[in-house]
């Protein structure tokens, strides 16, 4: 009976000591992981002090949003022809003006649906010259060049070509012009700088905040009708 009840006992004891073993192999719950970092962070390093594209589009959006619905626009008998003047870069980088330009008369013509008309000034020296030719107002050069060609007298050699005369022709014709490009009834100009902050001074980062800020001025009057500013936050890094 003695050795019954200690077989019993150690059959008792070998399970104890493999249910500790099992408990301890068990695997733990897992901890859920996650790749997400601050936006920051995300960006490549050399767009961290840099305006993107997005932020162009973004800031040109609203404020298409905002200047359709102004009472000089709204209210107008006709739409308003606008033209867009240089956008003014007061920040430390390199900023190309004429991509901005024609995000803000993008966004503005889709948000408009014609309520403002934009005087095209990247043609206005085309536009001149094609009333000029139309008017009679033209001044026409061509110049006629007579050349000789001599076959050549051995294998391999080029052909000679001589210049034997050449001639020149001016037409030149007076008219006026009667028809004269739009007037533009408002100008859209704008600039761009942009601040720095840091928790202590001469800290390698910090944020720095691009202000976008847009006015839309009357071209008679020279009255500001409309004004308004945006921001863009972004972490950068100082020298």
């Not at 390199?94 to 043609?123: A, C, H």
């Not at 004004?227 to 950068?236: D, I, L, P, T």
Request: glycine share 6%; aromatic share 8%; charged share 25%.
């Amino acid at each position: 009976m003695r050795n019954i009840f200690r077989k019993g006992s150690l059959f008792t004891g070998a399970l104890a000591v493999l249910a500790v073993i099992a408990g301890c192999s068990t695997p733990g719950t897992a901890v859920p992981t996650t790749s997400r970092r601050p936006p920051a962070q995300a960006l490549p390093g050399a767009i961290l002090d840099q305006i993107t594209v997005e932020d162009l589009r973004a800031a040109a959006d609203l404020m298409a949003r905002d200047l359709i619905l102004q009472p000089f626009v709204l209210r107008a008998n006709r739409p308003p022809i606008v033209a867009i003047k240089p956008i003014e870069n007061k920040t430390d980088l390199e900023i190309d003006p004429d991509i901005f330009q024609k995000t803000m008369r993008v966004k503005l013509m889709e948000r408009s649906g014609g309520k403002i008309l934009f005087r095209d000034e990247e043609s206005h020296k085309y536009t001149i010259e094609e009333r000029l030719k139309q008017s009679g107002k033209v001044q026409v050069e061509s110049t006629t060049t007579k050349q000789r060609i001599t076959n050549p007298t051995r294998v391999g050699q080029p052909l000679q070509t001589t210049t034997s005369s050449q001639k020149q022709t001016r037409y030149t014709e007076e008219g006026t012009v009667e028809k004269k490009v739009a007037d533009a009834d408002f100008f859209l100009t704008g600039l761009i700088f942009s601040t720095t902050e840091v928790a202590q001074t001469g800290a390698p980062q910090g944020m720095r905040y691009f202000q976008f800020q847009f006015r839309v001025t009357d071209a008679q009057s020279n009255i500001i009708m409309w004004e308004k500013e945006y921001r863009v936050k972004r972490q950068g890094s100082f020298k």
